[in-house]
């Protein structure tokens, strides 16, 4: 009885001191801000409109190499079209910072906080987050795909729902050709 009482009691030490060194939280990757990119495109009728907007801060969680979680924050501040548009183009950019459009002043941040991830293979997954745009979060739901060092994912983003307003058909009638579509697309590579 005696053995079998050291038996357990030394599985127990061990055991414990073995589940002891496992992280618990998983781990945390940094997202390598310089080396990351996001690019927009916006589309109306008549043609549309592409540029990028660089990400402030962010990060991934990973349990291995099973992704797990991840927080970006994106400097609107810094958004700028990638258009040819000479003269044009300081005015475009003023138009999308101001309140017609994203209201960067008084929103400088936008957020995305995943909230649940599905894989469905070894290499990619169904996202799903919170994305914060002019104070307003909504949930969204993407593919993301993650290769060594690196993630891309690219994000279709109603802008009706965040409620930026300018030339959308969701909530003026009769724009014609000058009606700007509500959604926009959004291309993330992530180094980290």
Do not use: C, Q
Not at 147 to 152: G, R, S, Y
């Amino acid at each position: 009885m005696k053995k079998g009482v050291l038996s357990l009691a030394m599985a127990m030490v061990f055991g414990v001191t073995a589940t002891a060194t496992e992280p618990i939280d998983g781990e945390k990757k940094e997202i390598k801000t310089e080396s990351s990119t996001v690019t927009w495109k916006a589309y109306k009728v008549a043609g549309g409109h592409a540029g990028t907007v660089n990400l402030k801060e962010g990060h991934l969680m990973f349990d291995g190499s099973k992704l797990t979680g991840g927080e970006f924050v994106v400097d609107m501040t810094s958004l700028v079209t990638t258009d040819d548009l000479g003269d044009e183009k300081a005015k475009l950019e003023g138009h999308l910072k101001s309140d017609d459009f994203f209201g960067v002043e008084t929103h400088p941040t936008a957020k995305l906080v995943i909230t649940s991830i599905k894989p469905f293979n070894d290499k990619s997954s169904t996202v799903t987050g919170d994305l914060t745009i002019k104070g307003t979060t909504k949930p969204i739901t993407f593919v993301i795909s993650l290769f060594e060092n690196k993630a891309t994912a690219t994000l279709k983003v109603d802008r009706a729902k965040y409620d930026v307003r300018y030339g959308s058909g969701s909530f003026f009638e009769n724009l014609g050709d000058k009606t700007i579509y509500d959604e926009f697309d959004l291309v993330v590579d992530l180094a980290y």
